[in-house]
């Protein structure tokens, strides 16, 4: 198996052609996510493609959530499987557009490796997707197509779903999206806990680029005095499904690093 952490060669399609990308992510407090927006329109124009929508990704692991652990003790090599679409199939609709993805991360750089394919359109409507969308057969092939071969089995996890603003920071050409209403449901026939869907606090602003450092438009956000910078949707949605219900500051990330280190 090749080092799917180097420059990897793929011979699917992908979105990393033009390189690995940076990122940084910053926790936005429930209280702020309408000035964390007016400040977005303000510094960035809108994407012009895609301005907003409903992502949905449906996470896999292994029965042991190796993926899991590996982002909850912030190891320096780190990757995440999911199989992603966009918003609900149009009305009377038969396929919708799905995307399987391998990303990869080492330290604050990170990598995207994704195909698209043609599903039914019911198999993402009500609780369909609880049965992996693909056939786990299809996944393994277009995992190796990235030259990835899991060492063991993968299942669906957890179904994270969220609305998306993105922008583009016209200075640098990093990509710049806020994150907000993001609701997670247990998907993974292992896990006990049927609890139903958590709708986690607050909000995160990414931004993906060329540079860790952020240009003078997006450093206006250090006005709503936020400071979470390792905020993984996947990490910390699993993270509340799988602690005792009613426990205090369940459905907020748990760690903090300053904005001041990249202002």
């Not at 964390?36 to 992502?55: I, W």
């Not at 780190?78 to 038969?94: E, H, V």
């Not at 993805?101 to 019911?122: D, S």
């Not at 049927?194 to 250090?222: T, W």
């Given at each position: 198996m090749?080092?799917?952490?180097?420059?990897?060669?793929?011979?699917?399609?992908?979105?990393?052609?033009?390189?690995?990308?940076?990122?940084?992510?910053?926790?936005?407090p429930e209280e702020?996510?309408?000035?964390a927006?007016?400040l977005?329109?303000?510094?960035?124009?809108?994407?012009?493609?895609y301005?907003?929508?409903?992502?949905?990704?449906?996470?896999?692991?292994t029965?042991?959530?190796d993926?899991?652990e590996d982002?909850?003790?912030?190891?320096?090599?780190r990757?995440?499987?999911?199989?992603?679409?966009?918003?609900?199939?149009?009305?009377?609709?038969?396929?919708?557009r799905?995307?399987a993805?391998?990303?990869?991360?080492?330290g604050?750089?990170?990598?995207?490796?994704?195909q698209?394919?043609?599903?039914p359109?019911?198999?993402?409507?009500?609780?369909q997707w609880?049965?992996?969308i693909?056939?786990?057969?299809?996944?393994?092939a277009v995992?190796?197509?990235?030259?990835?071969f899991?060492?063991q089995r993968?299942l669906p996890?957890?179904?994270i779903?969220?609305?998306?603003?993105?922008?583009?920071?016209l200075?640098?050409?990093?990509?710049?999206?806020?994150?907000?209403?993001?609701?997670?449901?247990?998907?993974?026939?292992?896990?006990?806990?049927?609890?139903g869907?958590l709708?986690?606090e607050g909000?995160?602003?990414?931004v993906?680029g060329?540079?860790?450092?952020?240009?003078?438009?997006?450093?206006?956000l250090?006005l709503?005095?936020?400071?979470?910078t390792?905020y993984?949707?996947?990490?910390?949605?699993?993270?509340?499904?799988l602690e005792?219900?009613?426990s205090f500051?369940?459905?907020m990330?748990?760690?903090?690093?300053?904005?001041n280190e990249y202002?």
């Amino acid at each position: 198996m090749k080092n799917i952490f180097g420059l990897l060669r793929t011979k699917g399609r992908t979105d990393c052609s033009d390189g690995c990308r940076l990122e940084r992510k910053f926790y936005i407090p429930e209280e702020k996510i309408s000035m964390a927006a007016a400040l977005l329109r303000h510094c960035c124009p809108p994407d012009p493609l895609y301005p907003e929508g409903v992502v949905h990704s449906l996470y896999y692991d292994t029965e042991n959530l190796d993926d899991y652990e590996d982002s909850e003790q912030g190891s320096r090599q780190r990757k995440k499987i999911r199989l992603r679409w966009y918003n609900q199939p149009a009305s009377g609709g038969k396929t919708i557009r799905v995307f399987a993805e391998l990303k990869t991360k080492e330290g604050f750089t990170g990598r995207k490796y994704r195909q698209a394919v043609e599903v039914p359109a019911r198999t993402v409507q009500g609780n369909q997707w609880q049965k992996g969308i693909l056939p786990y057969s299809a996944v393994l092939a277009v995992l190796a197509q990235f030259d990835y071969f899991p060492p063991q089995r993968l299942l669906p996890t957890i179904l994270i779903s969220y609305h998306r603003r993105r922008f583009i920071d016209l200075t640098t050409g990093a990509r710049v999206s806020l994150d907000w209403r993001i609701v997670s449901t247990l998907a993974a026939p292992h896990q006990t806990r049927r609890e139903g869907p958590l709708r986690m606090e607050g909000a995160v602003v990414e931004v993906k680029g060329r540079s860790l450092e952020l240009s003078p438009a997006l450093r206006s956000l250090k006005l709503l005095e936020t400071d979470w910078t390792r905020y993984s949707k996947y990490a910390c949605c699993l993270s509340a499904q799988l602690e005792e219900a009613g426990s205090f500051g369940r459905l907020m990330p748990s760690g903090r690093a300053s904005w001041n280190e990249y202002l």
